[in-house]
């Protein structure tokens, strides 16, 4: 889901300096974010509010802690699954899908520089 975001973009002056957009897709949504956001920050920024659900009820969960503690922003980046997206910066051309339920065990074997089972 994407809405209006509650979530403001700090000027260039309370980032470092850093300025700029870079292209980036959510859940096959083209979006222009921030360069030098974190992918967490820059989706709330651009409205998304849920990244996830959970395996058990799929509650729709969104990013809490920002630093790398919840676990609760875990997205596919890029086809890797469980990313923590409040800790991997946003990157040109990233493709971003919302992570639903249960990863497979395959995701966790891509994760760890495995090739994944094709079967
Ligand atoms: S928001 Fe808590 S780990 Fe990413």
């Known amino acids: 889901m994407v809405t209006d975001s509650l979530f403001k973009v700090l000027p260039a002056e309370a980032n470092g300096g850093t300025t700029g957009t870079v292209s980036i897709s959510f859940d096959g949504k083209a979006l222009r974010v921030p360069l030098g956001a974190s992918v967490a920050a820059a989706l ?5 509010e849920r990244f996830r659900t959970t395996p058990v009820s799929g509650a729709a969960r969104a990013p809490y ?7 609760e922003c875990l997205v596919e980046i890029d086809g890797v699954a469980n990313r923590q997206s409040c800790l991997v910066p946003v990157a040109e051309g990233m493709t971003i899908r919302s992570q ?3 990863r ?3 995701d966790f074997i891509t994760l760890a520089g495995g090739t ?3 079967r």
Not at 44 to 48: C, E, M
Not at 65 to 71: A, E, L, Q, S, T
Request: a negative charge; hydrophobic letters at 50%; glycine letters at 14%.
């Open 116 to 118: 994944r089972d094709e």
């Open 104 to 106: 497979e065990l395959n």
């Open 44 to 48: 709330l920024a651009a409205g998304v």
């Open 65 to 71: 802690c920002m630093m790398g503690v919840c676990f």
């Open 100 to 102: 639903l339920g249960m």
